[in-house]
C-alpha cells in the first residue's frame, strides 16, 4: 500500500518546522523537510510578528513536499496561542500582528476589572490570569486604538489566519480559543455575554470548531505556488494542545510538563475546576482535545536559558551549557514565576538582582546562572505537582515530559530528585506528533486520543529518569 503523508507545520516562538510523517508496521515515521527561523521584531513601537515572512516560509516549505515527490493527504498548523490579526471587511489585515511580550498589555487587567472583577471572571472562564491573554489584548486596542477595532470585521488567532489565507475560510479552532479568556467552558463557545459587557464587537468572533474539523482545501492561487492540492485540517492549533496529544502515558489523567520556551505542567480533567482554590493557585483551564480540559500552570520555561544563552554565551550549544551548569553548587533559587522574568531588558542581570535581592549568592558567568536556572525550574516543577495533587486530590507516581525541554537530561535528573517522582522524557517532536494524530484521526488511521498516545509510546524513544 502507497504511503499516505501528513504534513505538521508546527511554528514557535523561535523557530518553525514543516515534518511529514506516515504510518509503516504500526508506528508514525516522521520526516523533518523544512526548519526556519522565528521571533518577535520592533516595528511601530512595538513587538510583533513577521506574519507576512511566515507566510511565506509555510509556502516554501509546502513546495519542499512536492519536490520530494511526497504530497500530503493533510496538512495542519500550530503555533502559540493568544496572539492575533483584525481584518477588514475585504479580508486584508488591520495593522501588524503584536506580540503577546508587548508592553501594550501594561494596566490593560485593571481597565477590565472596572467591568468585571478578576474572581468573577475566573469563575466563568476558568482561565488563569495573564496580561497578555487576548481579553487584555483587546483591552489595549479598545483604549490606544478603538479605530483598529471600528474597521475589524473579523479576528482570526495566528493559525486560523494562516488557514484563512491558504484556503479562504475563517474558523476559529477550539483549543486556542480557550486561551482568548472569552470562551464559557460549559458550553464550549464564545461567552456572548462576557463580550458584549466588554464592548467587543460581536462579529469579530468566528465559529469555534473542535481540532480534526476540515478547514477546507487549498485555494487555487496556493496550490500554483506549492504545486499540489490537499486538506487543510484543523489540528489542536495551541501548540501545547497539540504536545498534550502526543504525551505517551496510560493513564486517562497523566501529570505532564510540555516543555520548551514556556513549562506548561498540568494534568487533564472532563470538566473545567473553575473554584477558588484553582484561582489562588493560578491554575488555568485550557481547552484541549475532544473537549477535554488541561487543568496546568504556566511556569516560565526555558526562554529563560534561551536569554542568558543569547546574552553571554551565543558561541555554546544548550548541551554544553547544561553541562557546565551540572558541575556547580551556587545554592541560590529565583521564582521562576516571577513576572519580572516574562520580558526583561537583560536576563542574566534579572537572575543577578534577584538573587541579590533576596541575599542569595549571586551567579557569575553562564555555569552559575544555569544552574541557579535550571534548579529554580525544577524546584518550581515540584511545588507545581504539589499544588495539582492537592487541588485534584490525587497522587501521581510520575511525570510525562515531552517537547523539546525533553531533551534537557540535566533538568530532567533535577526534576526528579526535587519531584521525588520518575520521569519519563520524550518525544521531543510532541507538538508537530500531536498535530500529526490529530490529522490521522481525522483521516481514519487512528480510532481516536487513546489509540493515538498507544501509537506515540511505540513509535519514539522514551527515557526514564528515576526518583
Known amino acids: 500500500m502507497e504511503n499516505r503523508y501528513y504534513l505538521a507545520i508546527d511554528i514557535g516562538a523561535s523557530s518553525g518546522r514543516h515534518i ?40 516554501t516549505g509546502m513546495k519542499k513536499c ?87 470585521q473579523s479576528m482570526l488567532m495566528i493559525p486560523d489566519y494562516f488557514n484563512f489565507l491558504l484556503t479562504g475560510n475563517k474558523l476559529q479552532e477550539y483549543t486556542n480559543a480557550t486561551t482568548t479568556q472569552l ?57 501545547t494542545a497539540s504536545a498534550v496529544m502526543a504525551v505517551p502515558s496510560k493513564e486517562e489523567q497523566p501529570l505532564y510538563i510540555s516543555s520548551g520556551t514556556w513549562s506548561l505542567m498540568g494534568t487533564e480533567l472532563k470538566e473545567a475546576a473553575c473554584d477558588e482554590q484553582s484561582r489562588k493557585h493560578n491554575m488555568t483551564n485550557e481547552g484541549g482535545y475532544d473537549y477535554r480540559f488541561r487543568y496546568l500552570k504556566n511556569i516560565m520555561g526555558l526562554w529563560m536559558i534561551q536569554s542568558v544563552r543569547k546574552e553571554i554565551a551565543p558561541e555554546l550549544g544548550f548541551g554544553e551549557i547544561s553541562e557546565l551548569a551540572s558541575k556547580q553548587t551556587i545554592p541560590s533559587f529565583v521564582d521562576a514565576n516571577d513576572p519580572r522574568f516574562l520580558a526583561p531588558e537583560h536576563m542574566t542581570s534579572e537572575v543577578q538582582k534577584a538573587c541579590k535581592e533576596s541575599g542569595q549568592q549571586v551567579p557569575q558567568g553562564i555555569a ?54 520518575t520521569i519519563y522524557a ?20 487512528l480510532e481516536n486520543l487513546k489509540e493515538a498516545r498507544q501509537c506515540v509510546y511505540a513509535s519514539f524513544p522514551i527515557h526514564k529518569y528515576e526518583k
Open 368 to 421: 552559575e546562572v544555569a544552574c541557579v536556572i535550571y534548579n529554580s525550574l525544577a524546584k518550581c516543577y515540584a511545588d507545581t505537582a504539589k499544588e495539582i495533587e492537592k487541588l485534584t486530590g490525587k497522587t501521581y507516581d510520575c511525570i510525562q515530559i515531552v517537547g523539546g525541554g525533553a531533551n534537557a537530561d540535566y533538568l530532567n535528573k533535577l526534576t526528579a530528585f526535587f519531584t521525588k517522582k
Open 20 to 59: 511529514l510523517a506516515h504510518k509503516k508496521d504500526g508506528r508514525i515515521v516522521l520526516e523533518e523537510i523544512y526548519r526556519f527561523p522565528n521571533g518577535m521584531q520592533e516595528h511601530n513601537g512595538h513587538k510583533v510578528w513577521n506574519v507576512d515572512q511566515l507566510f511565506g516560509e509555510i509556502q
Open 66 to 152: 512536492a519536490d520530494i515527490g511526497k504530497i500530503p493527504y493533510s496538512m495542519g498548523i500550530d503555533t502559540w496561542a493568544v496572539d492575533f490579526v483584525l481584518l477588514d471587511d475585504q479580508g486584508q489585515r488591520i495593522g501588524d500582528a503584536v506580540a503577546y511580550r508587548d508592553a501594550r498589555t501594561d494596566g490593560m487587567d485593571k481597565q477590565v476589572y472596572e467591568i468585571i472583577s478578576e474572581n468573577d471572571l475566573y469563575e466563568i472562564t476558568g482561565i488563569q490570569k495573564q496580561k497578555f491573554n487576548t481579553i487584555y489584548q483587546l483591552m489595549a486596542l479598545k483604549q490606544q486604538n478603538p479605530e483598529s477595532l471600528d474597521r475589524a
Open 426 to 445: 520524550g518525544p521531543t517532536e510532541a507538538t508537530a506528533i500531536g498535530n500529526l494524530c490529530a490529522q490521522m484521526i481525522a483521516a481514519g488511521e
Open 183 to 239: 470562551v464559557d467552558p460549559k458550553a464550549n463557545d464564545w461567552n456572548w455575554a462576557l463580550i458584549d459587557r466588554l464592548g467587543y464587537p460581536r462579529t469579530l468572533f468566528q465559529t469555534i470548531m473542535m481540532a480534526g474539523s476540515i478547514v477546507g482545501n487549498l485555494a487555487d492561487s496556493i496550490q500554483k505556488q506549492v504545486g499540489f492540492e490537499c486538506k487543510v485540517v484543523l489540528p489542536a492549533t495551541h501548540d
